[in-house]
């Protein structure tokens, strides 16, 4: 049962050019999300995450839509770069369960082509 | 240390064979967690601690998974009588107190290939 899922496994861009990725869930009980960011060989890096309260948050040339009815979420990034060619994981977590624990998407592949 | 850390970065290991890994969480960070990612597929919980106790460990897949945790550390995760579907790479990761504010720092993983 895949509860989290990003369903485009791989998105070629220009760079400059704007880059959404999108990640659908199916549990109501998720109430906080996050976006994580991998380079070959190395682990998963924080990159930008939105509670259940918001609809949008912010940070600098990231930002991540909620759409709670809908039950998806997407990252945008503009203008992309190049250096954020990697794979780019959605998150879900549900502050009920007190434990911190991450439902994790299949990823998707961005790639930037100068 | 600076980040979270873990050993061996790559293991070889013949099927039937019992290996272990290792995770030193960054310094002071209390919750600690375990995720394997199979080929081509998204991180998958393993366990969670919290201190040196273990109040999730919904994700351990068989009985031959156990993990540890002492000194409110270092973490070791052990696979007893490995099964080629056990190949993944293994990921540790810590943070003070779950993830609402900041996400969890990851370390590199460990590479496990059961030939």
């Known amino acids: 049962d895949q509860q989290v899922k990003q369903n485009s496994p791989s998105l070629s861009v220009q760079e400059g050019r704007i880059s959404i990725l999108n990640c659908d869930y199916t549990?109501?009980?998720?109430?906080?999300f996050l976006w994580y960011k991998k380079y070959p060989a190395e682990g998963p890096t924080f990159l930008i995450s939105?509670?259940?309260?918001?609809d949008k948050n912010e940070d600098g040339r990231f930002t991540v839509f909620l759409n709670k009815s809908a039950k998806h979420l997407s990252l945008h990034i503009v203008p992309s770069q190049p250096g954020d060619s990697a794979v780019y994981f959605c998150?879900?977590?549900?502050?009920?369960?007190?434990?911190?624990?991450?439902?994790f998407g299949q990823g998707t592949t961005l790639q930037v082509k100068p | 240390g600076a980040g979270v850390s873990q050993s061996p970065s790559n293991k070889v290991t013949e099927k039937g064979k019992d290996v272990e890994l290792r995770c030193d969480p960054i310094s002071g960070h209390t919750a600690l967690y375990w995720y394997r990612q199979r080929l081509g597929q998204g991180l998958e919980f393993l366990i969670y601690f919290q201190g040196n106790s273990a109040p999730d460990k919904s994700g351990l897949p068989s009985d031959r998974f156990s993990a540890e945790r002492t000194g409110e550390s270092v973490s070791t995760l052990t696979i007893q009588r490995t099964q080629q579907e056990d190949s993944a790479v293994y990921l540790c990761?810590?943070?003070?107190?779950?993830?609402?504010?900041?996400?969890?720092?990851f370390g590199s993983g460990t590479r496990l290939t059961v030939v």
């Open positions: 990761a810590s943070s003070l107190e779950g993830v609402w504010s900041y996400g969890y720092t």
């Open positions: 939105i509670s259940s309260i918001k």
């Open positions: 998150a879900a977590s549900s502050k009920v369960s007190n434990t911190g624990k991450l439902i």
């Open positions: 549990n109501s009980m998720f109430d906080y």
